[in-house]
Nanobody, 124 residues
Framework: VQLQASGGGLVQAGGSLRLSCAAS????????MGWFRQASGEEREFVTAIRQGGSPYYADSVKGRFTISRDNAKTTVYLQMNSLKPEDTAIYYCAASQTAYSGNYYYARYYDYWGQGTLVTVSS
């Protein structure tokens, strides 16, 4: 299984970025997909997830600014990030879960596969 995250970069506060995570080696449509992030010196935290059927979950800190979506035909999950803030600076990881349901999507331990991460830096 491979999860290849891309789209990170340097952006000014208030700007936008779109992250992509291309998956291979798994039955993509059967997996919930999530994005987590880890800032320097901090623990990894949940950002957003999307269930197999498309229902999303968001951390309170990104609600209204970030949107997760998936394209099962392209086996890719996307994270559209708008109104970025310096506190959004982190390495963003995508992950796949075969077993998570409902509230479990918020917890990293329910994810089976992880990508390598892509760095997002938001300057003030």
């Amino acid at each position: 299984v491979q999860l290849q995250a891309s789209g990170g970069g340097l952006v000014q506060a208030g700007g936008s970025l779109r992250l992509s995570c291309a998956a291979s080696g798994l039955t993509f449509s059967s997996n919930g997909m999530g994005w987590f992030r880890q800032a320097s010196g901090e623990e990894r935290e949940f950002v957003t997830a999307i269930r197999q059927g498309g229902s999303p979950y968001y951390a309170d800190s990104v609600k209204g600014r970030f949107t997760i979506s998936r394209d099962n035909a392209k086996t890719t999950v996307y994270l559209q990030m708008n109104s970025l803030k310096p506190e959004d600076t982190a390495i963003y990881y995508c992950a796949a879960s075969q077993t998570a349901y409902s509230g479990n999507y918020y917890y990293a331990r329910y994810y089976d596969y992880w990508g390598q991460g892509t760095l997002v830096t938001v300057s003030s």
